[in-house]
């Protein structure tokens, strides 16, 4: 039965509980001798028990990223409450985009220098 951390994790999509049983997974693992044995016999069935619990436990080919995101009910707020939202986001975008203009700048005055002849 799960326990009640388990369920919280589930609830909130969370990959942790498989990341557990990936651990649980990968350490009781068959041993080199019984791998060998294994594939003389079934070796798709710990390949692919193993494939599961790594996609459960969520690795994939592809890059993923975890975020946390506050979700906005805009609906629900006021206008001077959007508003000073609104001037904080700004105020956030500006202060991300100002160092990336500055470092743009510094790139094109170095490429527009000419070597200079020794």
Do not use: C
């Not at 193993?50 to 206008?79: K, Q």
């Not at 959007?82 to 490429?111: F, I, N």
């Amino acid at each position: 039965m799960a326990s009640l951390g388990q369920i919280t994790h589930l609830r909130a999509y969370s990959r942790e509980p498989f990341r557990e049983l990936l651990d649980q997974w990968l350490a009781n693992g068959p041993t080199d001798e019984q791998i060998q044995k294994i594939a003389a016999k079934t070796p798709d069935r710990w390949t692919q028990g193993l494939a599961v619990i790594g996609r459960l436990a969520g690795y994939t080919e592809r890059t993923e990223i975890t975020r946390d995101v506050d979700v906005l009910h805009v609906s629900a707020m006021s206008d001077a409450a959007l508003e000073m939202k609104l001037a904080q986001v700004t105020a956030q975008l500006e202060a991300y985009a100002q160092p990336q203009t500055q470092m743009q700048t510094q790139r094109l005055a170095l490429a527009n220098q000419t070597p200079s002849k020794a």
